[in-house]
Nanobody, 115 residues
Framework: VQLVESGGGLVQPGGSLRLSCAASGFTFSSYAMSWYRQAPGKERELVATISSGGGSTNYADSVKGRFTISRDNAKNTVYLQMNSLKPEDTAVYYC?????????WGQGTQVTVSS
């Protein structure tokens, strides 16, 4: 099983980034997918979740209206479009897959929002 995140980097406040998470080794279309993030010295927090079929999404209040989670089950990939980025969005972003008792984490990708 692998979850490989990409798309992180350094961006100025107000900018945008699109994170991708490529999945392999399991039946991607059966799993709900989430993005979490962890800033230095803080606990890991849930950012966004999308259902297995993509028809339902949920967001943390701190990112509503700015971030969009989506998935392409044909490509086994989940995305996080991040707009209007703020310095407080700086964190390592993790991809997370879950189905019943099966849970998988990616290795994370760094997002830094700074001028």
């Amino acid at each position: 099983v692998q979850l490989v995140e990409s798309g992180g980097g350094l961006v100025q406040p107000g900018g945008s980034l699109r994170l991708s998470c490529a999945a392999s080794g399991f039946t991607f279309s059966s799993y709900a997918m989430s993005w979490y993030r962890q800033a230095p010295g803080k606990e890991r927090e849930l950012v966004a979740t999308i259902s297995s079929g993509g028809g339902s999404t949920n967001y943390a209040d701190s990112v509503k209206g700015r971030f969009t989670i989506s998935r392409d089950n044909a490509k086994n990939t989940v995305y996080l479009q991040m707009n209007s980025l703020k310095p407080e969005d700086t964190a390592v972003y993790y991809c997370y897959a879950w189905y019943l008792v099966k849970k998988y984490w990616g290795q994370g990708t760094q997002v830094t929002v700074s001028s």
